[in-house]
């Protein structure tokens, strides 16, 4: 009962992609940063609304005609992928879940645990591979058949290893995701599940 009370007193999303964003402005200040996107439901946002970008949960600071201002601070940006953003990048977007909607994917903080680098890429004729290496402090999160969110995307993990797993990728997803982007090589948000990592928790305080 507590952990669902938590569940529900935060924004949460599913890790379904509702939509891309392209990078369009970079603005730096001290340690944070800043981004301006544009989206097509950039004239459904409000100002103060969350909104997950790769995942990262960030608030609509400034909205002006088509594009949208957010900004990460140094803790999001040394734990994310939002680091290296450059110019017309591609990214993923998903409005915060309403409750009175269908959870489709799985409960997703938009707060990023770590990120995972893109070490093959397996074309299925059909559907397409990709295997993730993370750094392996975090192998008890991730479970043979659970779900992982990369770069915001709701996914399941098979093959998993102590430091790899590997998702399968549908061609809705790949045509409507950026992960279509991807090369070996390239850095991705994970946020592992959220139940997975209360029972961690309460693992190690015995």
């Known amino acids: 009962m507590v952990g669902f009370f938590i569940l529900i007193c935060q924004n949460m999303f599913t890790g379904i992609i509702e939509t891309l964003a392209t990078l369009k402005q970079l603005e730096s200040n001290g340690t ?8 097509s ?3 459904e946002l409000k100002i103060d609304q969350s909104v997950a970008h790769n ?5 609509v600071e400034a909205i002006e005609n088509n594009m949208y201002k957010v900004t990460a601070i140094e803790e999001t940006l040394q734990k994310t992928n939002l680091q290296s953003w450059k110019l017309n990048d591609v990214v993923n977007i998903e409005r915060c879940l309403s409750f009175n909607g269908r959870l489709d994917g ?3 903080q938009g707060h990023v645990d770590t990120t995972a680098i893109c070490k093959n890429i397996i074309d299925k004729n059909g559907s397409w591979e990709f295997e993730f290496e ?3 402090k975090f192998a008890s999160l991730v479970i043979e058949k659970g779900s992982i969110c990369v770069n915001g995307t709701s ?8 430091n790899c797993f590997t998702v399968a990728i ?3 997803t790949y045509n409507h995701t950026n992960i279509s982007k991807l090369v070996a090589g390239s850095v991705v948000n994970i946020e592992f ?11 190690d305080l015995g």
């Open 32 to 39: 944070n940063k800043s981004f301006w996107l544009e989206t």
């Open 155 to 162: 996914l399941t993990c098979f093959n998993v290893t102590q």
């Open 55 to 59: 995942g990262v949960c960030l608030t």
């Open 193 to 203: 599940d959220i139940i997975g990592k209360y029972i961690n928790r309460m693992k």
């Open 41 to 43: 439901i950039t004239n």
């Open 106 to 108: 799985h409960f997703v």
């Open 134 to 136: 993370f750094d392996e």
């Open 170 to 172: 549908i061609p809705y």
